[in-house]
C-alpha cells in the first residue's frame, strides 16, 4: 500500500467522520425547510421501495408455490388433472397480480386506506437494508453487474431447463416438476430484473439525501469509491450510518403527509402492472402449453 493511497485513505475517513458529526447537528437543529425538503426526497424513495416490491409479487408468489409443490404426494404428480389446476392456478397468479394492487389503489381513493408510521418506517428501512446495505456489505459492490461468463452460463442454463423439462414432462410424468423448472427460470429471471432495476435507483437513493448536504456528501464519496473499487469496512459504516440516519428521521420525527399513502399503493401497483407486462406472455405460454 502507497503512501498517498494511506494518506488519501485517511484524509476520506476523516471526512466521513466530521459529515456524519454535521449530520447529527442537522438533525439536532431540524427546521421547517428541512422537513418540506425531505418529504419530497423520502416520496422518491418510497416510490422506488414500493415499485420494486410490486415488481417482485411475481416472484414471491412463484416461490411460495415451489414450497407448495414440494409437498404434493408423488402418485398425484403423474396425473393429468394437476396439468389443468396449475393452470387455473397461474391464470388466478396473473389476476390476483393485478387486482390486489389495484384493489389498494382504489382503498386509497375511497379514503379507507390506512397506514401507519411504523409500516411506513419499516417498509422504507428493509427495502434499504436488503436492497443495498447488505450486497454492499457481503460483496463490496452491488448486485447485477453480470460479466460474460455470467451471460454465456445463462445461455447454457436455458437449453439444461429445456432438457430437464422434457424429461420430466414426456418420461417420469412428474408435471409438477417440469412446472417446478419453468417456475424456478421465471423467478431468476424476475428476481435479476428486479436487482438490476436497483442497481439503477441507487443514484436516486442517494440523491434523496440532498435535504441532508454532509449525508449527500457521504453518498458522492462512497460512489466514487464503489466504482473505484478501494471499498473498506469504515466506507460501509459511513455509508449504513448517513443512509439510515437521513432516511429514517424524517419519518420517525416529522408527520407523515396524506399523499405517501397514495406514492405508497401508486408505486407498488405500478410494479406489478409492468413485471406482468414484462412476464405476463411467458406464463400465458405456460397456462397454453
Do not use: H
Amino acid at each position: 500500500m502507497s503512501l498517498r493511497f494511506l494518506e488519501e485513505n485517511i484524509l476520506i475517513y476523516c471526512t466521513y467522520v466530521l459529515m456524519l458529526g454535521l449530520i447529527a447537528s442537522i438533525m439536532l437543529y431540524a427546521s421547517y425547510v428541512l422537513l418540506v425538503t425531505a418529504e419530497f426526497m423520502l416520496g422518491i424513495i418510497i416510490f422506488i421501495s414500493r415499485f420494486l416490491s410490486g415488481f417482485g409479487f411475481l416472484s414471491l408468489v412463484f416461490m411460495g408455490l415451489l414450497l407448495v409443490f414440494r409437498y404434493v404426494p408423488k402418485n398425484y404428480r403423474k396425473r393429468k388433472s394437476i396439468l389443468m389446476a396449475v393452470r387455473l392456478l397461474l391464470v388466478l397468479v396473473l389476476m390476483i397480480s393485478i387486482l390486489l394492487p389495484l384493489l389498494s389503489l382504489l382503498q386509497v381513493f375511497l379514503g379507507v386506506a390506512n397506514y401507519s408510521r411504523l409500516s411506513i418506517t419499516i417498509g422504507v428501512l428493509s427495502f434499504v437494508v436488503t436492497m443495498y446495505l447488505v450486497p454492499l456489505w457481503r460483496e463490496k459492490e452491488l448486485p447485477g453487474n453480470r460479466g460474460i461468463a455470467e451471460r454465456i452460463k445463462e445461455q447454457f442454463g436455458r437449453i439444461s431447463r429445456k432438457i430437464k423439462k422434457g424429461y420430466y414432462y414426456y418420461f417420469s410424468r412428474d408435471y409438477l416438476r417440469a412446472f417446478s423448472i419453468d417456475f424456478i427460470y421465471l423467478k431468476t429471471q424476475i428476481d435479476a430484473k428486479r436487482i438490476s432495476l436497483g442497481r439503477l435507483f441507487f443514484p436516486l437513493i442517494i440523491l434523496a439525501m440532498l435535504y441532508c448536504p454532509p449525508a449527500l456528501i457521504v453518498g458522492i464519496i462512497y460512489i466514487l469509491r464503489l466504482r473505484k473499487n478501494i471499498l473498506g469496512i469504515i466506507d460501509n459504516v459511513a455509508i449504513s450510518v448517513a443512509l439510515i440516519a437521513s432516511l429514517m428521521f424524517p419519518l420517525i420525527m416529522f408527520p407523515i403527509p396524506n399523499y405517501f399513502i397514495l406514492v405508497w399503493n401508486t408505486a407498488y401497483f405500478l410494479g406489478s402492472v409492468t413485471v406482468a407486462i414484462m412476464f405476463g406472455p411467458a406464463v400465458i405460454d405456460l397456462i397454453c402449453g
